[in-house]
């Protein structure tokens, strides 16, 4: 008795294909890029409690942890509310996850 037909074996493979394409590694370059620390408009402490971070769209911060420092301009894409502050730090300097939330750039809200 044969299971799958090769139409049925087609969509399984499909559905697989597309099932990876979605499980894929997001897209780093929305969430802006580094920064040299020179540019920073102000600088952020991260302590082992801290869980999030307050940042606004267009901002260049400063991140201290520890001994260590990164810097990171939040020039993020317009669908961009919140990510994995850990997706974006160097290896190593968060032992923790951090989120930073990303209010709108006031150089493109509407008038009030």
Known sequence: M???SLPSALLLAGTLTLLAGC????RVEL??????PA????TIVITPETRWVNVEGGEVINF?????MF????????TVSHFDLNLVAPPGILQQRVTAYISPDPRYRGPD
Do not use: E, N
């Open 64 to 68: 201290v942890v520890g001994d260590k």
């Open 23 to 26: 499980a894929s590694a997001p």
């Open 31 to 36: 969430y802006g890029s580094p920064a040299p």
């Open 39 to 42: 540019a920073a408009q102000r």
């Open 71 to 78: 810097a990171w301009d939040f020039y993020v894409g317009f």
């Open 2 to 4: 044969r299971l799958y």
